[in-house]
């Protein structure tokens, strides 16, 4: 199953030359999930080939305008393109109040629905299940209200070994039962078992997107063992007060999150537009955690790949 992330923006605050703010597009199973929408992310997505006919579910992490002020455009924009199918919003409540605002004052109504899932930043919540994933949101420690959100792939049913299948000429009707774990009796009454006809699936995969935070281990064990972790790293260490009067990480506390919570690679970013290129940034984290990214605007990453 595709599971896989592309960085559409990854910049903190303002956007400066070649880094838009927060955004990233999920591509779970060919479905695309949308986290986080700022200023710029219609452009992105022209840019990188990510179609908003596509996008049925968005997340939106908190209320500070880097993460959302792209979002109402990209729903007027779904609205004159002629969408009509459903949209679902997981965000903060007072988001719902934002939009409806500036729809009224633009006269504007969506002739699609969106359907408002809110978020609480006390606790953690199941937000999502579907036959793919389930979503759950990650109270962090910002300024304000603040989620993350960790997509959790769903085990996969058994794989048929089509030789040993077609070599027993079994009919059609007994493939689900054998791949839910069903051992295949012949007509002549032998039996075969599952483990001969099938191989085990992939192990589901994780993904934790932790955006706005100051270091706070209250979350440390819901992203334990995650494949891939992204995790805000909007300033270097050596400007530790500054990251704690705005309730921010450094790209150090980020690797060492990472390396607490055995997560297998580490994607950084939410960079601050003090930094024109990132490789500070970068090698402050790999000192800890080896296994560490920057969110390059444009990238792919391929969840479970080592």
Known sequence: MKFEVTILGSSSATPIFNRNPSAQSLNINDHLYLVDCGEGTQQQMLRFDVRSSRIDHIFISHLHGDH???LVGLLSSMHLNGRTKALKLFCPEPLKEIIDLQLKHSETTLQYEIEYFFTNAEKAEMILDNPDITVESIPLDHRIPC???IFKQKKRLRKLIKDKIAALNIPVEFFSPIKKGADYTAADGTVYPNKDLTL???PPKSYAYCSDTQYNERYFNQING????????????SMLSRAALTHHTTALQAAEIAKLTAAKRLVIGHFSARYKTLNELLDEAQSVFPATELAIEGKTFIIGEE
């Not at 494949?227 to 300033?235: Q, S, V």
């Open 226 to 237: 995650v494949d891939m972790l992204y995790h805000e790293a909007t300033f270097t260490h």
């Open 68 to 70: 959302y002020l792209g």
């Open 147 to 149: 989620t993350g959100f």
């Open 200 to 202: 085990e699936p992939e």
